[in-house]
């Protein structure tokens, strides 16, 4: 079977379970009046469930408190044309999200992982099939996994609706779960993604990856806990909404060494591209949104690295701020709150969001979409 006659109803099964929403009346395989049964005998499930003891990619993303914060009621409070935005999409969009019930506001979790990088210094054509990978998504309310399924085959192709069936009637059930086999023949001869759907204490849980860690995350009942690695995660915000960790094998900025010997501000950080260990990003939502990038370096010299990166972005951004004080305007209002020091080991930028900064961002898009938009800035000053 060609990849092309794959990808309609093997993306939208995929889609469609990751981003359904709730409604509260959906019904499950495993059990046809919407219950989950004696909870005593259903394991537990935990988005986090994913995450491996050794990983060289990992996130984690509490959507609901990002919704539920301060700033994110503020921000819905001064822009209700954001609300909107559901009802701009694309006709056939559209019309796939309101059959399924999909809310933006039902996504309360979301995970990553990938076991390794070491295989991207020879590229990223394709994932071995001893690496660990996996998405994992909870959304608030019962999902109708056959609803799903019906709208996949609809939208597939003869073809495409006879590989369908074979991936319902190969269904397993498996901790309380529904799994599902899905041929990626992208991914290499024979390989197939995993996908389980489970619903657990109101919620659902949606689950894909290669099979081993599926299984794993099913048969445990228990939270996961991120990767040690690096210890890039331990030394991001200690009170965060979201995160991404990523622990980089040896030699693999080397490649981009020359390009930045070559350009006059990387010209003096790109012998430290190779003896970075470690990024990690990590935010948090209250009634403002601060924003930390960490940048880990190692070897012998780390600390002596992280100080001299330090120096040469604030360097960079020395030149910056002169422009921000000639024309203050041009610049959103976070840059004044943009720091960049070196902490030990680790290169750290800190900033933060606030309203004012969406408000600035709101304005430069109507700019860029309507060119006679007047700017504030160009108004004529008042006469005496």
């Given amino acids: 079977m060609n990849i092309r006659d794959l990808i309609p109803f093997s993306s939208l099964l995929i889609a469609s379970l990751l981003f359904q929403g709730c409604g509260g009346k959906g019904t499950s395989e495993l059990n046809q009046d919407g219950k989950n049964g004696d909870k005593t005998s259903v394991k537990p499930i935990f988005v ?189 915000l200690k009170e965060k909404i979201g995160w991404l960790a990523i622990d980089l094998p040896e030699g693999l900025l080397d490649q981009f060494k020359e390009d930045a010997a070559e350009n006059p501000f990387l010209k003096g950080v790109s012998n430290l591209l190779s003896q970075i260990q470690a990024i990690g990003l990590s935010g948090n939502i209250t009634d403002v949104f601060p924003l930390q990038l960490r940048i880990g370096f190692s070897g012998e010299t780390a600390n002596e690295s992280s100080t001299q990166a330090a120096a040469a972005v604030n360097g960079i951004l020395g030149f910056v701020r002169l422009g921000a004080l000639k024309n203050p305007d041009a610049f959103p209002p976070f840059f004044n709150s943009l720091t960049v020091t070196a902490e030990e080991s680790d290169v750290v930028a800190n900033v933060t969001f606030t309203l004012a900064d969406v408000e600035f961002a709101q304005n430069k898009a109507e700019e860029a979409l309507n060119p006679d938009f007047p700017d504030p800035s160009d108004a004529p000053a008042e006469s005496e």
């Fill in 48 to 236: 986090s469930g994913i995450f491996q003891k050794s990983a060289a990619i990992q996130a984690h993303l509490d959507l609901e408190t990002a919704n539920e914060s301060s700033f994110a009621k503020a921000i819905r409070e001064k822009f209700p044309e954001q609300q909107k935005q559901f009802e701009n999409l694309a006709l056939d969009t559209q019309e796939v999200f309101t059959a399924l019930g999909v809310k933006p506001e039902d996504f309360v979790e979301f995970a990553f992982v990938l076991g390794s990088l070491d295989f991207a210094n020879e590229g990223f054509d394709e994932l071995p099939e001893d690496v660990a990978f996996a998405v994992a998504f909870k959304v608030d309310g019962e999902v109708d996994i056959n609803k799903v399924l019906d709208l996949a085959a609809s939208e597939a192709n003869e073809e495409g609706q006879a590989e369908l069936q074979k991936v319902r009637d190969g269904k397993e059930e498996f901790e309380g779960a529904s799994l599902y086999k899905i041929p990626v023949p992208d991914m290499g001869e024979g390989r197939h993604l995993f996908v389980a759907h489970k619903i657990f204490d109101g919620a659902t849980y949606v689950l894909g990856g290669d099979e081993s860690t599926i299984r794993g995350a099913l048969a445990s009942g228990k939270a996961g806990k991120p990767s040690e690695g690096s210890g890039i995660q331990a030394r991001l």
